[in-house]
């Protein structure tokens, strides 16, 4: 077995003081859409020309496998803006934290690094 100052444990325990020192996780992505409206007589139906409305920025997410998406006004999109980073930031050390345990037991077992 390792002992806890091996170099493994210790990255393990800093992935643990980061998830710690984590702000609020928000889950799923910013995105920015330019869009038609339904008036068929609008500049924005005009193909030739791009004058589509917008942008328009949502917070889009799945919901069991479904995508739902809300509108967000620039103020709401800049306050979870970093709730997202966060979010993204907690998935790449849960990550990271996985595979360093796999090793670990890979190692304590005598199962291979394969
Ligand atoms: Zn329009």
């Known amino acids: 077995m390792s002992k806890p100052t ?3 444990d210790q990255r393990a325990a800093e992935i643990h003081d ?11 992505t910013l995105s920015s859409r330019m869009l038609r409206c339904g008036n068929p007589n609008c500049r924005c ?3 030739q020309t791009d004058q ?4 328009y920025l949502y917070w889009t997410r799945k919901i069991s496998g479904k995508t739902a998406s809300k509108l967000l006004s620039t103020e709401q999109a800049e306050r979870y803006r970093p709730w997202l980073a966060n979010d993204k930031r907690l998935h790449q050390l849960v990550r990271e934290l996985e595979a360093l345990t796999i090793q670990a037991a890979q190692h304590a077992e005598g199962w291979g690094e394969k």
């Not at 980061?18 to 702000?23: E, P, S």
């Not at 589509?52 to 942008?55: E, F, K, L, N, S």
């Open 45 to 47: 139906r005009d193909t």
């Open 52 to 55: 589509r409305h917008g942008p």
């Open 18 to 28: 980061q998830i710690a020192a984590l702000g609020p996780c928000l889950p799923g």
């Open 6 to 8: 091996d170099p493994p």
